[in-house]
């Protein structure tokens, strides 16, 4: 397989260096608090059938991999809640499993592979919270030093998270937006490789992991040992719910059915669903409107509250090619979602996992029972206890005996 960079607005090639985050040319015309412009995608060329190793189609050697398991994250095949709701091809791919607990792994440990193959060592990068914590576990499996730059509002679970394996945090005095700006600026100055979502290509490519595991996962046979016919296949990958905020994660799911459809083994690209909060909403505006504006957004599900999504430009353009969808919930239907799930899974995502969730709960009355829907959960429940704390309600009185309970 050959490997190039592929500007997602003019389409230039580029070779695949370190020095080259964004198209020298698109990028010319940045503005400030817009989208990046210029956005570089990984391109494939060459051939594969189904039985291809998933490390066959990413751009660097699995030599330089590090060393712990990312990806290959279960699907889960949720009987109760298939019941209850009735979409009997109802999938949950649970991504909180991955090492670092957040689907932001499979982003770090390609850009980690990537530096190590280029003897960069030093790592930085701005992150709500999973991003970071993310370089940080990854980096210090690869032996590699990692600087991180997150907002004060970051939930505690992944600062601390961050720092127990050993990475550089700054806090910054403002939002994720703020952070991200402030990162740039460090490793224009500092040298090494920046990992912030979307400026590196590896955080999109890496990311299209995902969708190359569904199709294994889901092609190969169903879990409950059947093998799925032709018709079904392509059925299979009907509907994916997957929660937005840079939309790094969207582009990466998008890229993995792309390079999938190239080869020939799939015939269509899946409907993909974006969820949003409703208060942070900046995709779903520009959905309608067409135009990004830098609105400042709040929303307890931290890992999607995002200003400016940095790939906006990007994820939007997939989104409209691919006939995709965008949706927003609200703060309250995040939580009420999130606690449902565990009752009837079994499974704790963050609040941005449960928004997937929430999204596919509002859209269901819409959608055909039949249809095989995947939904994300990109993060795990323990990352931000104080959120799901509003979900539940907390014991109110110590007991001493049996007695004072019977
Ligand atoms: C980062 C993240 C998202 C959103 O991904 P984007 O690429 O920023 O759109 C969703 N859920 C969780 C748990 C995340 O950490």
Redesign the pocket.
Not at 127 to 131: K, R
Not at 376 to 379: A, C, S
């Given at each position: 397989m050959e490997f190039k960079y592929c500007c997602s607005i003019c389409n230039k090639n580029f070779n695949i260096v370190p020095e080259l985050n964004l198209c020298p040319d698109c990028s010319k015309n940045q503005q400030p608090d817009q989208p990046l412009l210029g956005v570089l995608e990984v391109k494939l060329k060459g051939i594969a059938d189904e039985t291809f190793a998933i490390s066959d189609l990413l751009p660097v050697e699995p030599e330089y991999f590090p060393p712990l398991p990312v990806g290959n994250t279960p699907l889960w095949e949720p009987a109760n809640l298939r019941q209850k709701t009735g979409f009997k091809n109802l999938f949950i791919k649970d991504?909180?499993s991955n090492p670092t607990s957040?689907?932001?792994d499979r982003?770090s440990f390609l850009v980690s592979a990537f530096a190590k193959k280029f003897n960069i060592n030093d790592i930085s990068l701005a992150?709500?919270?999973?991003?970071g914590s993310?370089m940080a576990g990854i980096g210090a499996a690869a032996g590699q030093s990692v600087t991180l730059f997150l907002p004060k509002t970051a939930p505690k679970a992944k600062l601390v998270q961050a720092l127990q394996y050993g990475a550089k945090v700054f806090q910054v005095d403002g939002n994720y937006d703020m952070a991200y700006d402030i990162s740039l600026a460090y490793s224009q100055k500092k040298g090494g490789m920046n990992r912030n979502?979307?400026y590196n290509p590896m955080?999109i490519e890496g990311?299209k992991t995902v969708s190359l595991e569904l199709f294994k996962q889901l092609g190969q046979s169903n879990l409950n040992g059947t093998k799925l016919n032709k018709s079904e296949l392509n059925r299979a990958r009907d509907i994916v719910f997957?929660?937005?905020?840079?939309?790094?994660?969207?582009?990466?799911v998008y890229k993995g059915f792309r390079d999938l459809k190239q080869l020939g083994l799939i015939r269509d690209i899946p409907k993909i669903v974006?969820v949003q909060a409703k208060t942070s909403d900046a995709?779903f505006r520009a959905y309608t409107t067409g135009k990004f504006e830098n609105i400042p957004t709040t929303t307890i599900?931290d890992?999607?509250c995002?200003d400016v999504?940095?790939?906006g430009i990007h994820?939007l353009a997939q989104i409209k090619q691919y006939n995709g969808e965008v949706m927003t919930v609200t703060d309250d239907e995040i939580i009420q979602a999130q606690a449902s799930l565990s009752r009837t899974t079994g499974l704790f995502?963050?609040?941005?996992?449960a928004?997937?969730f929430a999204g596919f709960l509002k859209a269901a009355p819409g959608l055909d029972p039949d249809a095989l829907i995947v939904i994300?959960?990109?993060?795990n429940g323990l990352?931000d206890i104080a959120s799901a704390s509003l979900g539940i309600s907390m014991p109110q009185t110590l007991i001493h005996s049996v007695d004072d309970i019977l």
């Open positions: 991504d909180g957040s689907f932001k982003a992150s709500t919270g999973n991003a993310s979502t979307a955080t990311k997957v929660s937005v905020g840079d939309g790094c994660i969207l582009a990466g974006a995709l599900a890992s999607i995002v999504p940095r790939n994820a995502t963050e609040p941005a996992g928004a997937a994300l959960t990109t993060g990352k």
